[in-house]
């Protein structure tokens, strides 16, 4: 199979580049490196370059002859989504419609998009399935539900047929240590958790104790970086055999919370971890928790990686290694 990934030089892409070269598909990434890490892409053809470009993306599109586009390139704070809207419309939704534009016009009709728990906003129930409620509460989200519902009138229009994957909590690194993650600025929980273990940084800041939650911290549905590849790899699958287009969220429907990752941290790293508690963050729900159960009985998904004490343990072994280089 020939598959272009968009934004392959990424956290979740990068490893995705990885899960289709051991599975023996021909990959090319295209990706404008404005986050990412051309050394990430560790199989097939690098392409630099921008989604916003489209003859750039009608060239690769025709000689390519791809089976089908995965699209991991977006901007992912929700913070700065809140202060600047612009980029995350422009990049998200416009650039997002010139690629689909383009793989029309090119007859490329599977696409796989990195969607979000963000499309929801506050949790109506204490999991979220495919038919909560959605309504975003911040223009990160509405960004990604904006290109779901696109998605569904290019199914009807032009007969693009997609899988949006609405990742809970993406986290934990490639289990042979090759990859893992590597933002900058660094804002999710875990790495971060990581980096004042290993001591670059000086603390973790918890933000909020105040939750209604069995300890006062928020609760989180972490899911493992390689667990999220699988669930790529059978959507394509699916996508394959000719199914229709089909939207799941994807967690290990267990949460977490702020308090028991840096706990697990602790146990993992034998460290001490200096925690400081701080403000509650702007736009954090209580609780985010996924009901998989549509992609472990229709993709035949079952996260392998479940447990969080071996999640940090990978992501622990990637922080080590970069803590040694940096
Ligand atoms: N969090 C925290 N301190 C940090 C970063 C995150 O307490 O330095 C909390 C955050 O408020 C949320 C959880 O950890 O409840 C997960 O946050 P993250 O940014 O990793 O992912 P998100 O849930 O925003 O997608």
Known sequence: MKILVVGGAGYIGSHMVKHLGLAGCAVTTLDNLSGGHADAVLHGTFVQGDIADRALLDRLLAEGRFDAVMHFASFIQVGES????????????????????????????????????????????????????????????????????????????????????????????????????????????????????????????????????????????????????????????????????????????????VQEVIDTARQVTGREIPVVYAERRAGDPARLVADSRAATSQLGWKPQFAALETLIEHAWAWEQKRAVQL
């Open 82 to 257: 809140v202060v600047a809207p612009a980029k995350y419309y422009q990049n998200n939704v416009v650039n997002t419609l010139n690629l689909l534009d383009a793989m029309v016009a090119a007859g490329v009709k599977r696409f796989i998009f990195s969607s979000t728990a963000a499309i929801f906003g506050e949790p109506q129930s204490d999991t979220i399935d495919e038919q909560h409620r959605q309504q975003p509460i911040n223009p990160y989200g509405r960004t990604k539900l904006m290109v779901e519902q696109a998605l569904a009138d290019y199914d009807r229009a032009y007969g693009l047929k997609s899988v949006c994957l609405r990742y809970f909590n993406a986290a934990g690194a490639d289990p042979a240590g090759e990859l893992g993650e590597r933002h900058d600025p660094e804002t999710h929980l875990i790495p971060l958790v990581l980096q004042a273990a290993s001591g670059r940084r000086s603390h973790i800041s918890v933000f909020g104790r105040d939750y209604d939650t069995p300890d006062g911290t928020c609760i989180r549905d972490y899911v493992h970086i390689n667990d999220l590849c699988q669930a790529h790899w059978l959507a394509l699958q699916s996508l394959m055999g000719g199914a229709g287009s089909q939207a799941y969220n994807l967690g290990n429907g267990s949460g977490f919370s």
